[in-house]
């Protein structure tokens, strides 16, 4: 079937997207479902940080290659072996899904998946296939979601069905921002409530950790970014006291909660937003990093601290989440209004304002956009 997407043909490019148009609106060849897979038409697709670093080569993934791994959409089709999917079904797409037999699955830890993370760093499905094509040559997958085109096939393990009545652009924003935030809170630090947190780095995954620890009943929430509008957005979200980040972001924050965090997030995907992280946790306390900085950056660690002040430093991907468990629980909590993902929404757009989109993200003046594909 002939489909619409958004293709990356070249990357490396480090801004003024709306100009340079890195992502070129194509018209794309589909081929149907194979076995273990499903078609879906594309609703809602969230732009991410993770699509950013791609274009800008911050992450390199082979091209060209439809971008965008946060969506939601509607079955249309499914491939042989899939049962448990009707035509219809409303589904959330996960870009770290589990096959189920690997080592990590087998622990419960989905997210790192042997099978996914080897097809996917290729730009295959789960499966092993590439069901995109424009003149006869193939167009990898991102992260075997594909999410800003108008349609996709993905592995069934990509997919976790949700109750119909929920939109799909407020749907769309837990398949990555929420999972990855929230779950960092809940899964990965398991924070205890009357806590004290920090968040540094307010994007959608930095809005929703903070949405996650006001849930978990954290007693004082502090919001870090540069941004003023950012920190005014996490207040309204649930943080207690923000501060910017500049160079007295570590004794502001060590003063008004008298001596550092219980627990602090790192979601900027920056070194030196780990480094502050780290600095405002208390002695015991766990700094937990759900960013993604560049391959080649390294940190600076005081290591004694580890030692003598018992100190955890935790890595977190995709919020160490179980999808198929998380994602349902994670929704019935919006239902009761503890967790409005819709709040960090900012933009909704059409898929020829993708690149415009691009640069709102890159200059901070967006928060979470939505791009509506029906």
């Known amino acids: 079937m002939k489909i619409t997407a958004a293709v990356l043909e070249r990357d490396g490019i480090a801004g003024n997207y709306a100009e340079e148009r890195p992502l070129a609106i194509r018209e794309l060849d589909l081929a149907e479902p194979g076995p273990g897979e ?22 390199r993934r082979p091209l060209p290659m439809v971008l965008g791994h946060e969506a939601s959409g509607h079955v249309e089709a499914l491939g042989e072996g899939v049962e448990d999917l ?7 797409c996960i870009f770290a899904p ?20 080897r097809h996917h760093a290729v730009g295959e499905l789960m499966t092993g296939h590439r069901r995109l094509s424009l003149g006869g040559r193939s167009v990898h997958h991102h992260l075997g979601i ?41 899964n ?7 806590s004290k947190v920090a968040v540094v780095g307010l994007g959608g995954v930095g809005l929703s950790a903070i949405l996650g620890a006001a849930a978990a009943g954290a007693a004082e929430i502090v919001a870090i970014d540069p941004f003023p509008a950012k920190m005014e957005a996490a207040r309204a979200m649930g943080a ?11 004794a502001a924050v060590r003063d008004l909660t008298a001596g550092g965090v219980d627990y602090a997030f790192e979601l900027a995907g920056s070194v030196r937003a780990l480094e502050t992280a780290f600095a405002v946790t208390r002695r015991g ?19 004694l601290k580890l030692v003598a002040e018992e100190r955890t430093l935790k890595g977190s991907y995709i919020g160490s989440c179980v999808p198929q468990r998380d994602l349902p629980r994670m929704l019935a909590l919006h239902r009761r209004g503890l967790l409005p993902v819709e709040k960090m929404l900012t933009h909704r757009l059409k898929l020829d304002e993708i690149n415009l989109a691009m640069d709102r993200l890159a200059k901070g003046s967006a928060i979470r956009q939505v791009v509506d594909l029906g």
């Open 240 to 250: 207690t006291l923000s501060v910017p980040a500049d160079g007295d972001t570590v």
């Open 38 to 59: 499903v078609l879906i038409r594309v609703a809602a697709a969230g732009i991410c940080h993770s699509d950013l670093s791609v274009i800008n080569g911050t992450r």
């Open 98 to 117: 589990g096959c189920g037999r690997c080592t990590p699955c087998a622990e419960g830890r989905p997210a790192l998946c042997e099978k996914a993370a």
């Open 285 to 303: 306390g766990m700094t937990v990093t759900a960013g993604l900085p560049h391959p080649d950056d390294r940190m600076s660690l005081e290591a």
């Open 146 to 186: 594909s999410g800003f085109a108008t349609h996709a096939v993905v592995a069934r393990p990509s997919l976790v069905r949700v109750p119909r009545e929920v939109p799909p652009h407020v749907s769309a924003l837990f398949s990555c921002a929420m999972l990855t935030g929230a779950g960092a809170v809940f």
């Open 86 to 92: 009707e035509h219809g079904d409303h589904v959330v």
């Open 188 to 194: 990965t630090a398991q924070i205890r409530p009357g």
